[in-house]
């Protein structure tokens, strides 16, 4: 494990596995990181048509909090005063009221934020609280213990299962042991269970004495939060490159994991953390629309707002002469590279693979295992449907943070995120129109365009015998300036009469306006 913190304003964790940069994970402070955090909010308007409430927490923002994710203590008063327990699955699949019959606006509100804002959309809140642990996981609403799903051996979950119960947790609290939590002793997990529930009795004191809405618990920072939550014995070394997150992160250790607190070493060598292991390098390949695969092949990523598609082509991929089993050895590294770019870049919500066409039944069902075998170590959710009658496998990621992509980059302003603007001849048509439209007008005496030196050659080299024409039917002058350092679809019109007096003046921002 990899921690680059050198730089204030941003926070980069690498885990690297037999010199493959497999996990990726950034934070700047500049952004947004509400995730995992608890506040006290206020209900400011709720939307019966989509179930769904916004949430003034006191960050600027309103937050969006769905019926689904209402705790069945807002709405018990309404259930002829049943105060049963129930599972927390239970309660989320059950008929719940409608919520407008929940909540009121000014209703106060205990949430936490699940899910970061995108976009336009603000932070996604949950009233189900979730608070993290090194082996547990404390879910106040569950009332019970319970052990991840991702520990699968039977066995060991009767076994975990005894030992909580052993340790006595508190009346009306739940908790759900971690995958960290196997092979854990009957001391740790009693070291994890006192610290969440001080921690539980903190919030709630913070929460009886806050008067107005706002933050009630911090959820770790990045890299506190992605040893406890990553960490574990395969991992050799965690290398940290400033002193004091060094400082921090071996105390954090030394609380929670002290037989491993002598892996966190301060790294002081003459290259730079990430330069030393080329994760520059592969950080760069990430945002890169084509990928390519070892031994031939390739794949391509588009993502959209909504969507990510990524086709799978064989190239020149000459792994096996029969077509069939070419391709299936193909789809196969696809799969398994397909996984890694999803955890690297952070893609999330639908995602639409397309691999290479495959008559054989048990060749299909072969790459439908070898993608969910490689999204286990996955920490997001995912869920992996069967090949579509098209060769289609989609699947679902769970989206919580925007991606990396969103994250390091923004929409370029020639051409509004789209990868492609207009050539010269096309900016320098719509010019003539725009310059035809303008000519109309009452009192016109000039009209001057400023565009790009590209689009000013071509008009001035192609289209001067038009321009002249304009001139001398409309009685007017034209003029052209060109300009450098201005992206290729760069207009400014400008309209005056005789007086110098100016009559109109549109910019790109414009255009819609002026074809």
């Not at 599972?87 to 000014?106: A, H, L, N, S, T």
């Not at 520990?151 to 052993?166: Q, S």
């Not at 391509?300 to 029969?322: F, H, K, M, P, Y």
Request: proline content about 4%; glycine content about 8%.
């Amino acid at each position: 494990m990899l921690v680059n913190i050198l730089q204030p304003e941003e926070c980069r964790i690498a885990i690297v596995e037999d010199g493959v940069l497999e996990e990726l994970y950034l934070e700047r402070s500049s952004q947004d990181n509400f995730a995992g955090n608890i506040y006290k909010g206020k209900i400011v308007n709720i939307e019966p048509s989509i179930q769904a409430a916004f949430v003034d927490f006191g960050v600027g923002r309103n937050g969006f909090l769905h019926v689904s994710d209402i705790d069945s203590i807002y709405y018990r008063h309404l259930e002829n005063g049943s105060d049963r327990e129930r599972d927390r699955d239970d309660d989320r699949r059950k008929d719940k009221p409608p919520i407008q019959e929940i909540f009121r606006r000014g209703s106060e509100v205990l949430v936490q934020v699940i899910k970061e804002g995108i976009g336009t959309k603000g932070p996604t809140l949950s009233t189900y609280i979730s608070i993290p642990g090194r082996y547990l996981v404390l879910m106040p609403s569950l009332g019970r213990v319970g052990v991840s799903r991702k520990i699968e051996d039977e066995d060991a979950r009767r076994k975990l299962k005894r030992m909580m119960k052993a340790l006595d947790p508190p009346e009306g609290l739940g908790f759900i042991i971690r995958t960290a939590g196997m092979d854990r002793s009957r001391e740790d997990l009693s070291r994890d269970l006192h610290y969440l529930c001080r921690l539980w009795k903190t919030i709630h004191e913070r929460l009886d004495d806050k008067d107005g809405l706002g933050e009630i618990y911090e959820e770790s920072d990045m890299m506190l939060r992605t040893i406890r939550d990553i960490f574990n014995a395969e991992i050799d070394t965690v290398y940290i490159d400033e002193p004091g997150a060094y400082e921090r992160a071996r105390g954090f250790m030394k609380l929670v994991m002290p037989a491993f607190a002598d892996r966190v070493k301060l790294y002081s060598g003459p290259k730079p953390l990430f330069q030393k292991y080329d994760i520059d390098g592969e950080i760069k390949k990430i945002q890169c629309r084509t990928v390519p695969l070892k031994g031939g092949g390739s794949l391509v990523i588009e993502q959209t707002e909504a969507l990510v598609a990524i086709d799978v082509n064989s190239g020149s991929s000459r792994i096996d002469s029969d077509p069939e089993r070419n391709a299936y050895k193909v789809n196969l590294k696809a799969a398994d590279e397909i996984a890694r770019q999803l955890r690297l870049r952070d893609l999330g919500g639908v995602i639409c693979n397309d691999f290479i066409d495959m008559r054989d039944e048990r060749h299909r069902r072969g790459v439908e295992r070898a993608l969910e075998e490689a999204v286990e170590r996955d920490r997001a959710r995912t869920k992996i449907h069967r090949t579509s009658p098209f060769g289609l496998i989609e699947m679902t990621r769970q989206r919580i943070r925007p991606s990396l992509r969103r994250s390091i980059y923004q929409d370029c302003p020639c051409c509004n995120g789209s990868g492609m603007v207009k050539t010269a001849e096309s900016m320098a048509i719509d010019v003539v129109r725009a310059i035809l439209k303008a000519s109309t007008d009452d009192d016109v005496a000039r009209i001057g365009v400023e565009v790009h030196e590209r689009v000013a050659h071509y008009l001035y080299n192609r289209k001067r015998r038009d321009l002249t024409r304009i001139e001398e039917e409309r009685d007017i002058e034209v003029l052209v300036e060109s300009r450098g350092g201005v992206g290729p679809e760069h207009l400014v019109l400008r309209v005056s009469d005789d007086n110098g007096r100016d009559l109109k003046h549109l910019s790109t921002a414009d255009s819609s306006s002026m074809f």
